[in-house]
């Protein structure tokens, strides 16, 4: 189609009046509208004089796009995604062009863009979505994120953020609670994802081991490594992992926290995955010995299904993240204020903005209350398992592990006909880890489902099914085997 | 008010209908949605089955909020904050309750907390709101925040991101072509903040002189520093400052150049702030030898308006990125895809979820043109110029510098008549040094502007006044200036 088929199109998809009634809103009103936004450019949205119906109207029609989205999204009958190479996109796909310019596009063409921007993304909120440990799309979370994007501050003082600083407490006491921490004497922060959460704790760990390193650096310390090996050096921290990416295995926490507290080293928990857990009455004994760790990195946006990025990290004991990070940078920070500083958390982190997180978090809290993520993340343990019963008895499914999941992920093979009977090999081998790709290859290609494989030491290739997607039904893992199935049976 | 009496308001001004054209929607019809909010729960929403119309009804409930909020913060009227102390929001203000239950609220009670919250909260993008690098609020930036949020998606691979990811290879090639390096040959990566685009840019610093740290660690490095000093030791990086947080000044970046060229170091640009004032033909001679530096750091979340968080480390050199952060998980990033990997960027970087923060930038772009961003940063430096001269005319103010701004920040004290005439001396400042702050506590006590104020070496607490707020025009500078006068005078 072309460019000005399209725009034509949209000016009759889309008004403002359709999201709620459309019936009753006066055509004309719309077409009116409408010509206002192929004429009109941002520099006429507020804050410009006489720019608030104007931003009203467009910003309705964004949501408009949006709501449309959210609602195929959960449509099990709608593609994941309309698959395109880079160069594709690149070079410009139905008038759809990245490419940046000097001069302004009118309003109606950003919503084209906008659309355009969904219709070639991936809809990581589908039932058949399994790909990543995030996924979904919780509709609280959702609009948790809309008002923090409105709301537009940082997260760094109370000063700026009185509401976020004061939720960030909250959550953290909270969180620490769950732990089996004394709220009163524990801490965190909330940073950009795991990664960043499991840095933040390796500082804090270095930190209380040598407390010189503040003032006089790296080059002071012994050679210090996280992990003790038999060649010695100074161990410091022990990483401990509770639901790791691939396996959703966890650790022997009580086992670690016993070497650890004989040694004197810290102990952490990388429970970016298995945190959440926490939060099942039924399954939370997986993470027994967690109230033992010195810091744990929690990331709600995994298993809890908060919208990306949020993530914590938590420590036993209360002002260590202000002592390992501060800066005294008073330019930033002024102890002179009118309110209690403590509130003020710049101090506690390496970034100076910080992006509000907790809010999305705080309000998905409110609207499911504790039990609310219970009853969520319950029904994910029993779709592993009803999925992992299905793969036992099927005889071209291989389950990587033989004993029922811990947690959510559940790994296998898919044997087409021509390997199912072949013994294993490293021909056998070669050939089979050359399956998972192209059924995974092809499902993008038709758009049908999302799952992710990998080699992992010296097994080739292999799915990993995770389930930390609320709108997935047992139908939708029904058909995941079929298809895989149909995919890879002539393979 | 009590809750019970709230509750009822808000059945009388929050509907859909509101929104749009609120005479042609009947009563009754909106009657009925609330009535359904205010007995329905999160778990009745998509992706419950019949969720759809629901769903539909409570995010644009939610939007009218957010609309009614975002005309308020354009509204010179308004108040900027309504003011109070970190114990009164835990304590639970008029009924907001900050704590989190085991049981779930309903979806009216959230909307109210939605209410609240931003009620509590601070309008970063009032005209009258100067009080950081980053503020302002711009409708197409946020409505590039909804769209992202929407799409809740992670920037680790093309896969999951197909328009994310290449989105954000044009808009890295945008910045360093305006850098002025060869785009084909530069690389980059966006990232949470400032912090850890500066921490990006020293690790690949580190990597391009030590490549060995990668597989043997710190230990086998000289001791290495950033500043040389007389001490000595081993320099290898200088971190040049384009646009400084207090008073906005320009490192001379040729001279740095010829030093790092003569004693072959990494030459690091922070151009955090100062970065978005390469789109001003008349004012990026400012960054003049920008070109010349290894790797920069630019926030468009600062000078160009772009919401929270959006920040770029640029590279000269392509390839250093990947190879200075690369883990090569073959669980995370497969190598056997069915597209060209060079798009997946996970081994550029140490996070592994990322938060996409290029659509709202790209959307931007698309929306004002290089062109639009230029007139908005002309006039940051013009209203910079008539703030600067209008201070200078005024005997009960004081520059900190005499000469004309480099740039958007000003930084000055006010004098109360009582301190006026009284030379500089130990007891004057001592004096001095509690107006600025005790200012700044009324203005926020009173809601009616915001600025920064801080002390810097042998300068007592001066205000640092700074201009990056697209709805700040000179009325309001004038405002300001009565403002601090009126609330200054008897101090």
Same mark, same amino acid.
């Given at each position: 189609m072309r460019r000005a088929d399209r725009k034509q199109m949209r000016k009759k998809s889309i008004h403002p009046c359709q999201s709620t009634d459309k019936d009753v809103i006066k055509e004309a009103h719309a077409e009116n509208l409408m010509t206002n936004l192929s004429n009109a450019y941002a520099s006429d949205l507020l804050p410009s004089k006489e720019g608030k119906d104007l931003t009203k109207c467009f910003l309705l029609q964004v949501v408009n796009i949006l709501l449309h989205y959210i609602e195929k999204t959960f449509d099990d009958k709608s593609k994941i995604l309309d698959f395109h190479h880079p160069h594709q996109l690149l070079e410009g796909l139905d008038g759809f062009d990245l490419e940046l310019s000097d001069h302004p596009e009118s309003l109606e063409q950003l919503l084209v863009d906008c659309t355009d921007t969904l219709k070639y993304g991936v809809k990581t909120g589908h039932p058949r979505y399994f790909n990543q440990l995030s996924s979904g799309l919780d509709v609280i979370g959702l609009a948790g994120e809309w008002l923090t994007a409105t709301a537009n501050t940082n997260m760094f003082t109370y000063e700026i953020a009185p509401v976020f600083t004061v939720m960030e407490t909250v959550l953290l006491k909270k969180m620490c609670g769950i732990i089996g921490w004394r709220e009163t004497e524990a801490d965190g922060i909330f940073s950009p994802g795991g990664s960043i959460s499991n840095l933040y704790g390796i500082l804090v760990a270095r930190y209380k081991q040598y407390p010189e390193i503040k003032a006089r650096g790296m080059a002071v310390l012994p050679c210090i490594v996280l992990f003790v090996s038999e060649q010695g050096q100074t161990p410091f921290c022990v990483v401990a992992t509770a639901g790791s990416t691939v396996f959703g295995a966890f650790d022997p926490l009580h086992d670690i926290a016993d070497i650890c507290e004989t040694h004197k080293l810290?102990?952490?928990?990388?429970?970016?995955?298995?945190?959440?857990?926490?939060?099942?009455?039924?399954?939370?004994?997986? #993470?027994?010995?967690?109230?033992?760790?010195?810091?744990?990195?929690?990331?709600?946006?995994?298993?809890?299904?908060?919208?990306?990025?949020?993530?914590?990290? %938590?420590?036993?004991?209360?002002? #260590?993240?202000?002592?390992?990070?501060?800066?005294?940078?008073?330019? %930033?920070?002024?102890?002179?204020?009118?309110?209690? =500083?403590?509130f003020d958390t710049g101090d506690k982190t390496i970034q100076c903005g910080r992006h509000v997180d907790v809010f999305k978090l705080w309000l998905m809290w409110?609207?499911?209350?504790?039990?609310?993520?219970?009853?969520?993340?319950?029904?994910?343990?029993?779709?592993?398992?009803?999925?992992?019963?299905?793969l036992k008895k099927k005889d071209n499914f291989k389950l990587v592990f033989d004993a029922?999941?811990?947690?959510?992920?559940?790994?296998?093979?898919?044997?087409?006909?021509? #390997?199912?009977? =072949?013994?294993?090999?490293?021909?056998?081998?070669?050939? #089979?880890?050359? =399956?998972?790709?192209?059924?995974?290859?092809?499902? =993008?290609?038709?758009g049908t489902a999302m799952l992710s494989y990998q080699p992992c030491g010296d097994k080739v290739n292999f799915f990993r099914m995770v389930f930390s997607n609320p709108a997935t039904r047992q139908t939708d893992v029904d058909y995941l085997i079929d298809e895989i199935q149909r995919l890879g049976k002539d393979l």
């Open positions: 810290w102990m952490h928990v990388d429970a970016a995955w298995g945190g959440g857990l926490l939060l099942s009455r039924k399954h939370s004994c997986r #993470l027994s010995g967690i109230e033992r760790a010195d810091s744990v990195t929690w990331n709600p946006h995994k298993l809890m299904g908060v919208p990306l990025q949020c993530s914590a990290l %938590l420590t036993r004991e209360k002002g #260590l993240l202000g002592a390992c990070n501060q800066m005294q940078a008073e330019y %930033l920070f002024q102890p002179d204020k009118v309110y209690n =500083i403590n409110k609207a499911k209350g504790t039990y609310g993520f219970e009853v969520q993340i319950d029904r994910y343990m029993e779709l592993a398992k009803y999925f992992y019963k299905v029922e999941p811990e947690f959510t992920n559940v790994c296998f093979w898919y044997f087409p006909p021509r #390997l199912k009977h =072949i013994p294993k090999s490293f021909e056998r081998d070669q050939e #089979l880890q050359k =399956i998972a790709p192209k059924i995974k290859a092809q499902m =993008i290609v038709e």
